[in-house]
């Protein structure tokens, strides 16, 4: 018997949808850069990932470009694309993900009292309809169809249940009961899954799916209560972000599925040594930096501290271990190159931690290797995923680099010399400011003729020791349409880290339509 078989007899398969480019993306502070977008949908079909709903084509002209051009590389994985109960956005929906090689559309539309009353403002047979139609015209384009009941957990459940029957008879092949605002508890979760499977006939020709919010911090725990009353999709996001307090975390149900087999009889599909480096890949992109405390993926998540603790993970690591870092592809924080090594040791070093660089990438990035080398004593892990950080296979189009800096500060004035290159020339500019930094932004704005607002700035060490790497993320927006973009910028002088990740950021939304 070959282990997908053997599996498959002893546990049920979860399947995992990621939104991380969907709900993720569309929280505040969190929006990618095509090219991050793509790179962010590789590495989640390299986790494993059976579903990924890419965004929302019918929000704009950029979104269903995203959606379209992620539909063209993704291979295993399902792309989906989240449309309303409107014909337009359905046609828009089926335009971005018609050439995916697993297309899905996921059609949805509010079923308690509170949104048809208020927001939709239509009676519950005008929502059955609207399900009926708009799944039935969905089921015309594509086989692989989503319904989800938006706010399911807040609807009674005689009309939900008739909402998901009309769904399922329409042709949908998937029913999604969100708890959309985050308010129920496990127990509900398993009893309205329950109701749903004993009086909704024929449920079992469709995936049951659930999609937690986490506003109580109860999004991973519902999502498998629901799954243990028989849900078999378990929507989610890498590193729980998303919509207010966001989704449930990827990485949690995951290694909860995985740790705790024995208790839920469930497996995923997800390659667990890839989720600590999916986390951080997210986490650069889109510039927010996980709680230490944050479960599987901070940074002390797997730190013994204390005297006693340590004590008893020296003498058998299961004393306080429940998982082993490695199952989750925590790098080994140990020095391993030194000045002198070659482009065949990076190479190979590359490889091992994970890293699928063409050769040119290699090659582009070996000086850099080499200069960090020179400047730092010791070149650890975490260097060189600093080093790497955000940098797949795409880059984002440089229209601007930093050239040359030059500033002088005393006390609470500051005047900055930046030199720019765009177009093979060099721009140079001098400007004053409250301190080093903002007189080094605003000589940037000036350079570029842009007026883009700093809301956020962010500096922190990302490596140990005194010659430790600073990274720097800025977010900038665009006064025009609010548009926000992340930038970020390594360099052991955390100046040289601002700028850098100033002109990052400047050139994302220069590059935005
Ligand atoms: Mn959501």
Redesign the pocket.
């Known amino acids: 018997m070959d282990v997908n078989q053997e599996k498959v007899n002893q546990v049920r398969k979860i399947r995992i949808f990621d939104t991380t480019l969907r ?1 993720g993306e569309q929280s505040p502070g969190c929006s990618m850069h095509i090219n991050e977008k793509l790179d962010v949908a590789e590495a989640l079909e390299r986790l494993g990932a059976d579903v990924i709903e890419a965004g929302f084509p019918a929000a704009s002209e950029g979104e269903l470009k995203a959606v379209k051009e992620i539909s063209a590389v993704i291979k295993n994985a399902t792309v989906a694309a989240l449309c309303r109960c409107r014909k337009e956005d359905i046609d828009k929906g089926w335009e971005a993900v018609k050439d995916a090689a697993h297309p899905r559309l996921h059609v949805f539309l509010a079923t308690s009292p509170i949104h048809l009353k208020y927001k939709l403002r239509i009676d519950e047979d005008t929502a059955v309809e609207m399900i009926r139609t708009h799944t039935q015209y969905a089921k015309s384009l594509t086989d692989d169809v989503e319904f989800s009941f938006e706010d399911a957990t807040r609807t009674p459940y005689a009309f939900l249940a008739r909402a998901a029957r009309t769904a399922l008879e329409a042709g949908a092949t998937t029913l999604n009961f ?1 708890d ?1 605002v985050g308010y129920a508890t496990p127990a509900e979760m398993k009893e309205m899954i329950s109701y749903i499977r004993e009086n909704v006939a024929g449920i079992d020709r469709a995936a049951i799916a659930v ?1 937690c ?1 986490n506003d109580l911090g109860m999004a991973v725990a519902n999502s498998l209560a629901a799954a243990e009353a028989g849900a078999s999709q378990i929507e989610c996001t890498v590193n729980g972000i ?2 207010r307090a966001g ?1 449930a975390a990827l990485e949690e149900v995951v290694m909860a599925i995985k740790t705790r087999r024995d208790r839920f009889g469930m497996y995923t599909d997800v390659v667990t040594e890839r989720i600590f480096r999916t986390s951080q890949l997210v986490s650069g992109i889109v510039g927010i930096k996980l709680p230490p405390n944050k479960a599987i993926v901070g940074k002390n998540a797997f730190a013994h501290e204390s005297g006693i603790h340590q004590h008893g993970v020296l003498a058998n690591k299961a004393t306080y271990e429940i998982m082993s870092p490695k199952d989750i592809g925590v790098p080994e924080n140990t020095l391993f190159l030194g000045k002198h090594s070659g482009k065949h040791a990076f190479s190979e070093l590359l490889e091992e931690m994970g890293y699928s660089l063409t050769p040119e990438q290699v090659d582009a990035y070996f000086p850099r290797y080499k200069e960090l080398a020179d400047r730092k004593k010791e070149v650890t892990r975490s260097d060189i995923d600093a080093l790497l950080s955000g940098i797949y296979r795409r880059r984002v189009k440089r229209i601007y680099s930093l050239k040359d800096y030059e500033v002088t500060a005393y006390k609470n004035s500051a005047s900055a010399l930046i030199s720019l290159e765009a177009d093979g020339r060099i721009h140079s500019d001098r400007m004053t400011g409250d301190g080093p930094v903002d007189a080094g932004f605003k000589a940037i704005n000036s350079l570029t003729g842009q007026n883009f607002k700093l809301t956020d700035y962010q500096v922190h060490s990302v490596s140990e020791g005194k010659d430790a790497l600073g990274e720097a993320t800025v977010k900038l927006a665009s006064p025009e349409d609010g548009k926000v973009m992340t930038g970020k910028g390594i360099s052991t002088d955390v100046l040289e880290a601002s700028l850098i990740a100033y002109i990052n950021a400047t050139n994302k939304l220069l590059q935005e339509e």
């Open positions: 709900d969100p959309t999609h919010h998303g919509e989704n």
